[in-house]
């Protein structure tokens, strides 16, 4: 669904004309001639920005931005003035405005100005997300999101938390998809339930039953006491089957049970047990090509895939590097006695740079290492692992030369510079040409050494 826009003016020309401008730029636009009438439409429905003239008959711009504060409190407003001072910026903010435009603008300024304005909102609300729901779950493994792909998948996470439905997380390991599933039940309402986590691959196959379902005692050589089984132990909570493309086909067609009919049957029992449990399976394994070779049951596929949450590699999410970076350089600075004061320039260009095949699984394990070694009391490009830090050699330029990361280094050099010169310099403009953040920006042009 498109965002939703309010623009509120007594010129009629220039609402109608912001209004074919938004329209255009993919936003449902709707206008208001005055402060009554918009305050009727945001009584009726919501919008997600408001544009609100400071002068209009009536109620003016300054008495009309708290209550939209009030009636709408996720809104972000602007004033629009052509009598825009700093005072008159400040008295808008603090009645509840984001930012002010000063008339007479141009529509790319309006644009750019909304696209910010949104950005900064979206990062608000998974930050807020973060705090309050994910904190206490991830413990000290991180999400954080700057990067548009994680916002999306906490976005997701948030909408689908309040119900039952079966999610199925996918990514590559290191990502996280276990801090991601515990994300999810402390924002649901078996939040104060058990959450239990099973590492499908982890355990011999033939204990994984009784570990799944439970066992009555003697039902087996050593079963000298009953056992509940994770599923039981998880009853009115979450059960976490990761690597669940480990499971045996055997093991797969009594899960699918499970899932359909709600209950357990433990090994060595005739009765089944009703059980009440969310299912959040995750895996690394592609499994449409496990179900077409045969070794992943498409019912299960099926039952498992009602929610798909894939979660991009930490290659693909750079933006979100740099606060990693912070969070873990905190906490082992703390747990290892070793006070830093941060870490160079050149060191987190090249902790961005690099490709991260291990994921934040191996970003955490970096960091620790270098609060380790370190030898001052900043992060240093000398205290990383030399693999990492990646340094080219004279004859990176050699036509014989056929490393793909020099190519691609050469490659986004030569990228930023046609951008830089398309807009005149301009990295703000520069960076959303590139589809990067205007900080990622920062660290390539001082890495690539690019002025």
Same mark, same amino acid.
């Given at each position: 669904?498109?965002?939703?826009?309010?623009?509120? !003016?007594?010129? !009629?020309?220039?609402?109608?004309?912001?209004?074919?401008?938004?329209?255009?730029?993919?936003?449902?636009?709707?206008?208001?001639?005055?402060?009554?009438?918009?305050?009727?439409?945001?009584?009726?429905?919501?919008?997600?920005?408001?544009?609100?003239?400071?002068?209009?008959?009536?109620?003016?711009?300054?008495?009309?931005?708290?209550?939209?504060?009030?009636?709408?409190?996720?809104?972000?407003?602007?004033?629009?003035?052509?009598?825009?001072?700093?005072?008159?910026?400040?008295?808008?903010?603090? /009645?509840?405005?984001?930012?002010?435009?000063?008339?007479?603008?141009?529509?790319?300024?309006?644009?750019?100005?909304?696209?910010?304005?949104?950005?900064?909102?979206?990062?608000?609300?998974?930050?807020?997300?973060?705090?309050? !729901?994910?904190?206490?779950?991830?413990?000290?493994?991180?999400?954080?999101?700057?990067?548009?792909?994680?916002?999306?998948?906490?976005?997701?996470?948030? /909408?689908?938390?309040?119900?039952?439905?079966?999610?199925?997380?996918?990514?590559?390991?290191?990502?996280?998809?276990?801090?991601?599933?515990?994300?999810?039940? @402390?924002?649901?309402?078996?939040?104060?339930?058990?959450? *239990?986590?099973?590492?499908?691959?982890? +355990?011999?196959?033939?204990?994984?039953?009784?570990?799944?379902?439970?066992?009555?005692?003697?039902?087996?050589?050593?079963?000298?006491?009953?056992?509940?089984?994770?599923?039981?132990?998880?009853?009115?909570?979450?059960?976490?089957?990761?690597?669940?493309?480990?499971?045996?086909?055997?093991?797969?067609?009594?899960?699918?049970?499970?899932?359909?009919?709600?209950?357990?049957?433990?090994?060595?029992? #005739?009765?089944?047990?009703?059980?009440?449990?969310?299912?959040?399976?995750?895996?690394?394994?592609?499994?449409?090509?496990?179900?077409?070779?045969?070794?992943?049951?498409?019912?299960?596929?099926? /039952?498992?895939?009602?929610?798909?949450?894939?979660?991009?590699?930490? /290659?693909?999410?750079?933006?979100? +590097?740099?606060?990693?970076?912070? $969070?873990?350089?905190?906490?082992?600075?703390?747990?290892?006695?070793?006070?830093?004061?941060?870490?160079?320039?050149?060191?987190?260009?090249?902790? *961005?740079?690099?490709?991260?095949?291990?994921?934040?699984?191996?970003?955490? #394990?970096? +960091?620790?290492?270098?609060?380790?070694?370190?030898?001052?009391?900043?992060?240093?490009?000398?205290?990383?692992?030399?693999?990492? *830090?990646?340094?080219?050699?004279?004859?990176?330029?050699?036509? !014989?030369?056929?490393?793909?990361?020099?190519?691609?280094?050469?490659?986004?050099?030569?990228? +930023?510079?046609?951008?830089?010169?398309?807009?005149?310099?301009?990295?703000? $403009?520069?960076?959303?040409?590139?589809?990067?953040? $205007?900080? @990622?920006?920062?660290?390539?042009?001082?890495?690539?050494?690019?002025?």
């Amino acid at each position: 669904m498109s965002e939703r826009i309010l623009v509120v !003016d007594d010129d !009629d020309a220039l609402r109608e004309s912001l209004e074919l401008v938004l329209s255009a730029e993919g936003y449902s636009v709707v206008g208001a001639q005055d402060a009554e009438r918009a305050l009727a439409l945001v009584e009726a429905s919501p919008f997600d920005l408001v544009l609100c003239d400071l002068r209009m008959p009536g109620m003016d711009g300054l008495e009309l931005i708290p209550q939209l504060a009030r009636r709408s409190p996720g809104t972000t407003i602007f004033l629009m003035s052509a009598y825009a001072t700093s005072d008159l910026a400040i008295e808008a903010i603090n /009645r509840g405005a984001y930012d002010y435009l000063a008339k007479p603008f141009q529509p790319s300024e309006v644009i750019l100005a909304i696209r910010k304005a949104r950005e900064r909102e979206r990062l608000r609300r998974s930050n807020e997300l973060l705090r309050r !729901d994910v904190e206490r779950a991830a413990g000290e493994r991180p999400i954080v999101a700057a990067s548009p792909g994680m916002i999306e998948v906490l976005e997701v996470l948030e /909408r689908a938390a309040d119900f039952k439905a079966t999610v199925l997380i996918t990514g590559e390991s290191g990502t996280g998809k276990e801090v991601l599933a515990r994300a999810l039940h @402390a924002q649901s309402p078996r939040r104060e339930e058990p959450f *239990v986590a099973v590492n499908c691959g982890a +355990i011999p196959e033939n204990l994984l039953e009784s570990e799944l379902f439970g066992h009555a005692r003697g039902a087996f050589t050593g079963a000298d006491r009953a056992r509940r089984g994770l599923f039981l132990e998880a009853d009115g909570g979450s059960l976490f089957l990761d690597e669940i493309g480990e499971l045996p086909l055997a093991l797969q067609v009594k899960l699918l049970r499970v899932l359909q009919e709600e209950e357990v049957r433990p090994v060595g029992e #005739n009765k089944p047990r009703s059980v009440n449990v969310r299912v959040v399976a995750a895996t690394a394994r592609n499994l449409e090509a496990e179900v077409a070779e045969g070794r992943f049951r498409e019912d299960l596929f099926y /039952r498992l895939n009602v929610l798909r949450v894939p979660v991009p590699p930490l /290659r693909e999410r750079r933006d979100d +590097i740099p606060l990693l970076v912070d $969070h873990f350089l905190a906490r082992f600075s703390g747990e290892l006695s070793r006070p830093l004061r941060g870490l160079d320039d050149d060191a987190l260009a090249a902790l *961005v740079r690099y490709a991260w095949p291990g994921n934040v699984r191996e970003l955490e #394990n970096v +960091i620790e290492r270098a609060v380790i070694l370190a030898r001052g009391d900043r992060l240093a490009v000398d205290d990383l692992p030399k693999n990492l *830090v990646d340094p080219e050699p004279a004859d990176a330029g050699s036509r !014989d030369d056929l490393s793909l990361k020099r190519a691609r280094r050469a490659f986004e050099a030569d990228l +930023i510079r046609r951008a830089l010169e398309a807009t005149g310099g301009n990295r703000t $403009h520069a960076a959303k040409l590139l589809e990067i953040s $205007h900080r @990622a920006l920062l660290y390539k042009l001082k890495d690539y050494q690019i002025r």
